[in-house]
């Protein structure tokens, strides 16, 4: 049994390697990606409660550049291009009467790209009231889907009531033979919090102002196949988001952090050591969650075209 998951972990690592977007980073998918995951970072900072003028500055910059040589390989911007364009001009129109533009350089590398285009509009993040963001909540599904966004303001707390009663409609989502593997852990103190927050680095500046954390874990023991070594994450996945879909429902804002981003083995062993989480359960994900405030920013980046993630075969 041993040498059969050797084998397996040996085909998905060959498979890894030869076409990973780390390991083929001139591959056009692969920059759009880079694009993407540059520009959500800067959208983050432009809805953050608590903006600071000038932040961001090498993630600007890294923008400017991965705009311009996908632009330049393969030619005028459309959909995620089009938007990262749209993210810096956001930018430029929050420091529009900022007094500390001293690096004259910075801000000319960025009108350098944005001029060239001024049919694309500014991506301001929308500012909403907490009553028109759940307007849709009790609506007819696609609505309900559709109006479902990652808050990362929190004001106030949430009752445990309140969790159990969103991870309880939670269980709604389908698990292999019904196994049920997924368990969820719900941080509530505050010292334990910002300690596995700290070992998590894509929380930073709203963090820590969440009232509760919730981790998502899934326990091996479910495991009964060599050909189900992923199957865990599967299971957390499709649970993940019928979490995100109950907290909507019931109001709470939240945000999915990525743990898969922590290497460091050692992390993830201070984690289980430091919350009591068995050594048998993996981790999947965070969220963050707490009250909505009556007012909020929120990061909304807009979807591919379903024809480009659709084949028909």
């Given at each position: 049994?041993?040498?059969?998951?050797?084998?397996a972990?040996?085909?998905d690592v060959?498979?890894?390697?030869?076409?990973?977007?780390?390991?083929?980073?001139?591959?056009?998918?692969?920059?759009?990606?880079?694009?993407?995951?540059?520009?959500h970072?800067?959208?983050?900072?432009?809805?953050?409660?608590?903006?600071?003028?000038?932040?961001g500055?090498?993630?600007?910059?890294?923008?400017?550049?991965?705009?311009?040589k996908?632009?330049?390989?393969y030619?005028?911007?459309?959909?995620?291009?089009?938007?990262?364009?749209?993210?810096?001009?956001?930018?430029?129109?929050?420091?529009s009467?900022?007094?500390?533009?001293?690096?004259?350089?910075?801000?000319q590398?960025?009108?350098?790209?944005?001029?060239?285009?001024?049919?694309?509009q500014?991506?301001?993040q929308?500012?909403?009231?907490?009553?028109?963001?759940y307007?849709?909540?009790?609506?007819?599904?696609?609505?309900?889907?559709?109006?479902?966004?990652?808050?990362?303001?929190?004001?106030?707390?949430?009752?445990?009531?309140?969790?159990?009663?969103?991870?309880?409609?939670?269980?709604?989502?389908?698990?292999?033979?019904?196994r049920?593997?997924?368990?969820i852990?719900?941080?509530?103190?505050?010292?334990?919090?910002?300690?596995?927050?700290?070992?998590?680095?894509?929380?930073?500046?709203?963090?820590?102002?969440?009232?509760k954390?919730?981790?998502?874990?899934?326990?091996?023991?479910?495991?009964?196949?060599?050909d189900?070594?992923?199957?865990?994450?599967t299971?957390?996945?499709i649970?993940?988001?019928?979490?995100?879909?109950?907290?909507?429902?019931?109001?709470?804002?939240?945000?999915?952090?990525?743990?898969?981003?922590?290497?460091?083995?050692?992390?993830?062993?201070e984690?289980?050591?430091?919350?009591?989480?068995?050594?048998?359960?993996?981790?999947?994900?965070?969220i963050?969650?707490?009250?909505?405030?009556?007012?909020i920013?929120?990061?909304?980046?807009?979807?591919?075209?379903?024809?480009?993630?659709?084949?028909f075969?």
């Amino acid at each position: 049994m041993q040498f059969k998951v050797k084998e397996a972990m040996k085909y998905d690592v060959e498979r890894y390697i030869r076409y990973a977007g780390i390991f083929n980073t001139e591959k056009k998918d692969n920059l759009l990606a880079q694009i993407i995951h540059t520009y959500h970072g800067i959208e983050k900072g432009l809805t953050m409660p608590n903006r600071r003028y000038n932040f961001g500055q090498d993630a600007i910059m890294s923008l400017v550049s991965l705009l311009s040589k996908y632009i330049y390989s393969y030619g005028e911007p459309t959909g995620q291009v089009a938007h990262g364009i749209g993210i810096l001009k956001a930018y430029l129109i929050m420091h529009s009467e900022y007094d500390g533009q001293e690096n004259i350089l910075f801000w000319q590398k960025i009108h350098n790209l944005t001029d060239k285009y001024p049919q694309i509009q500014p991506a301001i993040q929308p500012h909403k009231t907490a009553v028109d963001f759940y307007r849709d909540v009790y609506c007819d599904f696609k609505r309900f889907a559709m109006s479902r966004h990652t808050l990362r303001h929190y004001e106030g707390s949430v009752s445990e009531n309140e969790i159990k009663e969103a991870v309880e409609l939670a269980m709604t989502a389908p698990s292999a033979c019904n196994r049920q593997p997924v368990r969820i852990h719900c941080i509530s103190d505050k010292n334990l919090k910002n300690r596995v927050l700290d070992l998590q680095s894509g929380n930073r500046g709203f963090g820590k102002d969440a009232d509760k954390v919730l981790i998502v874990t899934g326990d091996l023991s479910s495991i009964c196949w060599v050909d189900e070594r992923y199957d865990i994450y599967t299971n957390c996945g499709i649970f993940i988001m019928n979490l995100c879909y109950s907290l909507f429902y019931y109001k709470i804002a939240h945000c999915v952090l990525n743990w898969s981003i922590c290497v460091d083995a050692a992390k993830d062993a201070e984690l289980h050591r430091i919350t009591g989480i068995p050594e048998s359960e993996v981790v999947a994900a965070m969220i963050t969650c707490g009250r909505t405030p009556t007012e909020i920013d929120v990061a909304m980046s807009p979807r591919k075209n379903v024809n480009e993630i659709l084949t028909f075969h």
